[in-house]
Every structure is written in structure tokens, then in C-alpha cells.
């Protein structure tokens, strides 16, 4: 596991275009870096294979969201608007950062780089602050996620969207607030920082903060010719938020 991680380091170094040079091929696609290439790497932490860009460094996930903006929302559009981009993807962020139309707010707990930091239970911006909320796989993190679901409702204005995305792991949702070691939420959760596994009840627990949903499938955003071209798993979603 260390030489990946040094390997993945020595990548991410390397400028853009060298790293192209090295992946160079027909066989697979990047929408996040707009890259044609030979492969995908693994994964890093599931060793799930043909998952991670090593031009861009996005994962799966990464690489549906961002086709999900382009071809299912209105953020690309003219019209300015207010984003706040919870624990901010580095292969997405560059992309956000140079659109123009949007005041681009980056939040986290505990990353020096973004430029809020915030708890995202008791978030300080006033009600009806943003015109686009994003948070990926955070709520995992947290406790009191119910909370944090309403701060995002709160803030956001009527009649505008969040995509707020948790892997699916189970049919009904997990968790238990006893478990207090890294060895049993590894066991139970598959990371030492996850407190719980979401079911297909995650939907309901955004409507019960007041968000109407809509789940995308990934066949839904783009065909399945292309999903595997972008090694993207067709059974994976999107949770599209509104506030009405």
C-alpha cells in the first residue's frame, strides 16, 4: 500500500501534459480532464480496478457528478449564481473555480485549503444563501447527519438544488452511536471515519429534512456504451435535491 501511495504521489506531481503523454490511448475516457487513455488505475483504498483517472485523479463518482451538472442542471449556464462546495473533490474544483457565472464558496472541517471552514451541522451563512449546494461522500462522517441535512435546506434558496451523494452499501441504513474504536466501525463500516452504512432509506432521510428527490441512475445521464467507456458503474446514482 505504501508504494501506491508513493506512486500516486510521484503522478500527481508530474504536469498534465507528461501524464497524458504516458496514458496516452483510445480505450477509456476522462470527462473530468477531458482525456482519452489507455486505463484507469485501481482504486486506492478498494483496490477496485479500472476506478481512478491518473491525469485528474478522479474517481467514479467524480466523473458522474460532473456529467450530471453538464447534462442534468442548469450550473454551467450564463446566470450567475452562489455554489458552496462542501470538502471540495480536487479533480473537480479547478473546473468550478473558472466558471464565471458562479461565487464559488469551498467549506470544510479541517482542510486548510478551503475557504470556509465550517461544520456543516451549525453552518454560519443565513438562511436562503446559495443557489447550488454539492457535499460527496461526507455525511458518512456524520453523527448527526439529520442536522446537517437541514442546514443544507436552510441555506439553500427556494426553488434551487443540491446534490448531496453517500455510497449506497446496504438495503436499510446502519449505524450505531455505541461503537467507539477505529477496529469495529473498520469491521462494520469499512473506514475507521464512517459512522454508518446507507440504505435505500438515504432518500427518505433527505425528504424528511424538506428537500424534494429525484434519483438519477448513471444510464439515465449517459448511455451504457458510455458509462463504460468512463469506467462508471451503471448501478450508481444521483441524488438530486430541491428545495420548493
Known amino acids: 500500500m505504501e508504494n501506491v501511495w508513493l506512486a500516486r504521489k510521484f503522478l500527481a506531481r ?32 478498494t483496490g477496485k480496478p479500472n476506478s481512478w483517472c491518473p491525469i485528474c485523479e478522479s474517481e467514479q463518482r467524480h466523473r458522474l ?10 450550473l454551467f449556464d450564463s446566470n450567475s449564481k452562489k455554489m ?61 447527519d439529520w442536522k446537517a441535512m437541514g442546514e443544507f435546506y436552510r441555506v439553500l434558496k427556494t426553488g434551487c438544488w443540491a446534490v448531496l451523494q453517500v455510497p449506497i452499501n446496504v438495503e436499510v441504513t446502519e449505524e450505531d452511536f455505541t ?23 438515504y432518500k427518505d432521510r433527505l425528504e424528511k429534512a424538506g428537500f424534494e428527490v429525484r434519483v438519477f441512475k448513471a444510464d439515465e445521464i449517459v448511455s451504457k456504451n458510455a458509462l ?3 469506467s462508471i458503474a451503471p448501478e450508481r446514482e444521483v441524488f438530486f435535491c430541491k428545495k420548493n
Open 179 to 201: 461503537v467507539d474504536s477505529d477496529e469495529e466501525r473498520l469491521r462494520l463500516y469499512g473506514q475507521i471515519d464512517h459512522v454508518r452504512n446507507y440504505g435505500r432509506d
Open 14 to 45: 508530474l504536469p498534465f501534459e507528461t501524464k497524458r503523454n504516458v496514458f496516452k490511448g483510445d480505450e477509456f475516457y476522462c470527462p473530468v480532464c477531458d482525456t482519452k487513455i489507455q486505463k484507469f488505475l485501481n482504486h486506492l483504498e
Open 84 to 144: 458552496l462546495h462542501v470538502a471540495p473533490e480536487l479533480s473537480i474544483k479547478p473546473i468550478l473555480e473558472r466558471e464565471k457565472n458562479l461565487e464559488y464558496v469551498t467549506a470544510d472541517l479541517n482542510d486548510p485549503d478551503a475557504m470556509v471552514k465550517m461544520d456543516i451541522t451549525e453552518i454560519q451563512f443565513p438562511d436562503e444563501t446559495f443557489d447550488v449546494i454539492y457535499c460527496s461522500h461526507v455525511l458518512e462522517h456524520v453523527i448527526e
Open 65 to 74: 457528478d460532473l456529467l450530471f451538472f453538464r447534462k442534468n442542471t442548469n
Open 228 to 230: 463504460k467507456q468512463m
